[in-house]
Structure formats: C-alpha cells, structure tokens
C-alpha cells in the first residue's frame, strides 16, 4: 500500500510538473511586441526614466482633451471602442500605464496611488495641456479621481467607470488576479500562465461572457507577458491598497459621472453607490447587464452616456 501510495504521488507530481511546464511562458521584449500593438499614432514619451507608450488622437484644437485611463491587467486598447466613436469630435489620450500594456514597469517599483497620479499630470504637462476631463475604469478611476482631489486645477469633468478605491469585497474575483497576489504561485508559478485562466479572468469581468473574443484574450495574454509586467502587478496589489485618500472624496467639486455594471461581480454596485454619496455633484448610471468593463464591453451605449453627460456640464 505505501509502495502504491508514493508510486501515485510520483505520478501526480510530474504529471503537474508537465502541465506547469506546458502552460509557461517568458517574458517579451518590448521591441517583439511593438510591431503588434503599437501602431501608426502611438508614441514613447520618458518621464522621470519611464517609457510610456501614448496615444494622442482627434484634433489637437481641443483645448479640454479626454483623458482615458485603464484598469489592473489592461491596457489603452482597452478604450478602442471609445475612441473610434470620439476622435473625429474630440481630442483623446491615452496611455499605458505602468506596470502594464507597453509601458512596463516603474523604475523604482513604486506602485502607490500617489505615484500613479504623479504620471498622468506630468503626461498632461509634457503636453501642454491645462485641464482635462479624466475618464477612467476600475484602477484607472481610483487613479482619476485621486488626480482629482491631488491635483484638482488639472481636473475638468470625471468620469468614474466601476472605479476602484474602496475597501470591498467582491462577488468574484478573476484567477488571474488572485494568482498574481498569492505568494506560493509568485514563487513557484511565476511563468505559469495558461491562456484558459487569462480567457477565464476576461470572462469573469463581463457581464456577457460570450463577447470575449480569441483575440481579446490573445491581447490580454501577449501584453502580460511584456518584459516585466507580470512582476509589476505583483506589487501594485500590495502597494495599491483602496481606502487611501476616500476622506477626501468629499473635497471634489468637479462634475462627476459614475458608470457601473449592474453585472460587475468585482467591485460591486453598493461601491457605486458610495461614490455618490461621498462625491458632491455626481451622477450614478448603471447598466444592468454589463459587468466591470462596461466601456469595453458596450463601448456605444457608455460613451453615449459620458457625451450627454459632457455636454451638460
């Protein structure tokens, strides 16, 4: 029986040694992955030693741009479909931000909200841009409206979409995510990363699942895989922590738009809800059957909400 027993635990342990081998993968070199998702109007803008990769479209007599800024684990294509609908109108820029997409990581491993909203007014600086409506979604709207209350003569309009900075608890929480905060798998399972679990973590934050594409998910995955992403998200859970700067929420006095998924099992709609009890002059606009990306998800039926919103105020 022990015989048995230690044969079955041989046979368990290469089989899952195979399989961790299988689903492996190393790190790209930015310059591989440049020639698939950079494209004709993105540019590399250094600041403060980072590289950010910046897309700045539409007419550049829009004195008030849009801002976009995306979530943990995205990337600025993550706002295509908004862009398609707003760059014949309006000035739009976006960025990756870092630790993500084809940024990479920040050169001192600072990850703090502090940090990041450092990045996007010096962006808006390098630009010569004097104020500007600030959009973003999950991390990217923790980061607009600490901007905001940080920085609120940059700040014209936000707009928050399913933001983050709330201490929550979530319905669901993407594999992905929790692998990357687990200190077991970032020790032993650091280049594990199959595409059925990036394909699973993408499915977990639509409210529609069956709209996640093989070549979203194939986005998804190659841009995770960017030179040093991977441990970049490591760290901004740990140094990220929601809860910093929400006593101040109620400093703002710019007018605020809160899109939520009524389907967001991530951060759930009671934090919606919060937002505009704590912020002075906002609106709540839920889509029942979006989930945590609704902007990527319904791109149409988000923007067309976010362009009534603007031109009411």
């Given amino acids: 029986m022990l015989k048995v027993a230690l044969s079955l635990i041989v046979v368990i342990t290469v089989a899952l040694f195979v399989f961790i081998k299988m689903h492996s993968a190393q790190d790209i070199p930015l310059e591989q992955l440049k020639p698939r998702w950079a494209s004709s109007a993105s540019s590399f803008i250094n600041i403060d030693g980072l590289t950010l990769h ?7 007599s829009d004195t008030t741009p849009i801002v976009l800024v995306h979530g943990t684990g995205a990337s600025l294509h993550t706002w295509d479909g908004w862009v398609t609908g707003l760059k014949g109108e309006r000035r739009i820029i976006r960025f990756d931000l870092p630790g993500f997409g084809l940024t990479g990581p920040e050169p001192q491993n600072d990850y703090t909200i502090e940090k990041y909203t450092d990045y996007l007014v010096k962006l808006l600086n390098h630009l010569d841009i004097e104020h500007a409506i600030v959009a973003g979604n999950s991390l990217g709207g923790y980061i607009g409206w600490a901007t905001a209350v940080r920085y609120p003569e940059k700040v014209s309009q936000l707009v928050l979409i399913d933001a ?9 929480v993407p594999i992905a995510f929790k692998l990357s905060q687990n200190k077991f798998a970032k020790f032993f ?11 699973s973590s ?18 998804y995955y ?3 895989l960017r030179e040093g992403n991977r441990a ?7 140094q990220t922590q929601p809860g910093k700067l929400r006593h101040e929420l109620n400093t703002l006095s710019v007018p605020t738009l809160l899109i939520w998924g009524g389907k967001d099992k991530l951060i759930p709609l009671e934090m919606g809800k919060q937002f505009e009890r704590d912020i002075p002059n906002s609106t709540l606009v839920v889509f029942d059957d979006l989930g945590h ?4 998800e319904d791109p149409e039926a988000t923007l067309a909400a976010t362009l009534a919103f603007i031109d009411k105020h």
């Fill in 54 to 60: 910046v897309r700045d479209e539409g007419p550049k």
């Fill in 164 to 172: 983050s900075g709330y201490p929550y608890n979530a319905e669901s």
């Fill in 189 to 199: 399972l650091k280049d594990f990363i199959p595409k059925f679990i990036v394909r």
């Fill in 202 to 219: 993408v499915e977990n934050v639509y409210g529609d699942p069956s709209l996640v594409s093989d070549e979203l998910v194939n986005r």
């Fill in 222 to 224: 190659e841009l995770a």
């Fill in 232 to 238: 970049a998200i490591s760290e901004r859970f740990v």
């Fill in 293 to 296: 990306v609704p902007h990527e």
